[in-house]
């Protein structure tokens, strides 16, 4: 009980797309990669994989775990936690 909170950040990185039609070189030329950015808890990082979590409890466990290719990355920011909303 009373595990560390691991930071909480956003991750933008690039993933690959997949277009199963044929596709001549006018088609393709509008076609990239898609962007997404992921939320969590990042619990480790290194030259090959970032993992991040969307749920951490106060155990020390995770739930729904992301692994991201490290090189696929643009950034990783830092997100703050606020005051509490009213419930």
Do not use: C, Q
Not at 11 to 36: G, H, Q
Request: glycine fraction near 6%.
């Amino acid at each position: 009980m009373g595990a560390k909170r691991p930071e909480l950040v956003i991750v933008r990185w690039r993933d690959a797309r997949f277009y199963p039609e044929t596709r001549n070189t006018e088609k393709m030329s509008n076609i990239r990669m898609a962007v997404f950015e992921s939320v969590g808890y990042l619990i480790s990082r290194d030259a090959v994989t970032t993992i991040i979590a969307a749920e951490h409890n106060d155990e020390g466990d995770y739930r729904d775990v992301t692994l991201i290719p490290s090189g696929s990355i643009e950034s990783v920011r830092r997100l703050s936690l606020g005051t509490p909303l009213a419930m």
